[in-house]
């Protein structure tokens, strides 16, 4: 049952979601890889919207010139907290009632299943498709969703991965090549495409809308252009 404080936080959103889809999101473990640009604004609407837990991964400390964009890490976090320790830090604040679990380090293949179990949904907020791919074959695994962003300069793209219903990311992906080095951002791309993110995982766990299955949107800010690819 969602008590009283609960009723009235959440009010505006259960005129659309209903006091079932808000304790869909209460019983709810997302994991958000990467809190840095993306991750900054899909774990903030995430502990906004009242998800139960939220499982914050991320083994950088923030330098200054990410602060442009991840807004959830401060002047006084640069080369002294964790990433997932400055946004948990935040985030408590934020909102007492959603749990955050974190941790500080590099997922790989022989930490994966441990670092990820028992949650509900994970979402990409990477930069790099080594750990895409390993976030990519775990959800196939497991059988559960992947929500992928990506963002460079004032492009941004997101879709999501259901297990038996869409592509793979391997697949969608298929001849990816990394980019070595800097590559530029403005902040606000990182924001909306965020704030995507964030919107397809409440989609997946309360059944609202349709999210981006065999869909790529694709989002260039500078022109004002949304399109949506067909992966099919």
């Known amino acids: 049952?969602?008590?009283?404080?609960?009723?009235?936080?959440?009010?505006?959103?259960?005129?659309?979601?209903?006091?079932?889809?808000?304790?869909?999101?209460r019983r709810a473990k997302v994991a958000v890889v990467g809190v840095g640009g993306l991750g900054s604004p899909v774990a903030y609407y995430l502990t906004a919207a009242g998800v139960g837990t939220l499982l914050l991964v991320d083994e950088q400390t923030p330098e200054l010139s990410n602060l442009n964009r991840q807004i959830l890490h401060w002047e006084e976090d640069i080369d002294r907290n964790p990433k997932p320790l400055s946004a948990k830090w935040k985030l408590r604040r934020f909102n007492s009632g959603v749990e955050i679990e974190t941790f500080v380090g590099r997922l790989t293949a022989e930490n994966v299943d441990e670092v990820l179990r028992d949650v509900d949904v994970v979402v990409d907020c990477l930069d790099n498709f080594e750990t895409r791919f390993l976030l990519d074959d775990?959800?196939?695994?497991?059988?559960?969703?992947?929500?992928?962003?990506?963002?460079?300069?004032?492009?941004?793209?997101?879709?999501?991965?259901?297990?038996?219903?869409?592509?793979?990311?391997?697949?969608?992906?298929?001849?990816?090549?990394?980019?070595?080095?800097?590559?530029?951002?403005?902040?606000?791309?990182?924001?909306?495409?965020?704030?995507?993110?964030?919107m397809e995982v409440i989609k997946l766990l309360t059944g609202l809308g349709e999210p981006l299955l065999n869909k790529l949107l694709i989002v260039d800010l500078a022109y004002n252009s949304f399109d949506v690819v067909e992966l099919r």
């Open 1 to 25: 049952m969602l008590s009283g404080r609960e009723l009235e936080r959440y009010d505006r959103q259960m005129m659309i979601l209903g006091v079932e889809g808000q304790e869909k999101l």
């Open 138 to 198: 775990y959800v196939q695994k497991r059988g559960i969703p992947l929500v992928h962003g990506a963002v460079e300069g004032t492009y941004g793209q997101v879709t999501t991965i259901v297990p038996g219903k869409t592509r793979s990311l391997r697949e969608v992906f298929p001849n990816v090549r990394e980019k070595k080095g800097k590559f530029p951002i403005i902040g606000a791309t990182a924001g909306v495409i965020g704030a995507v993110q964030a």
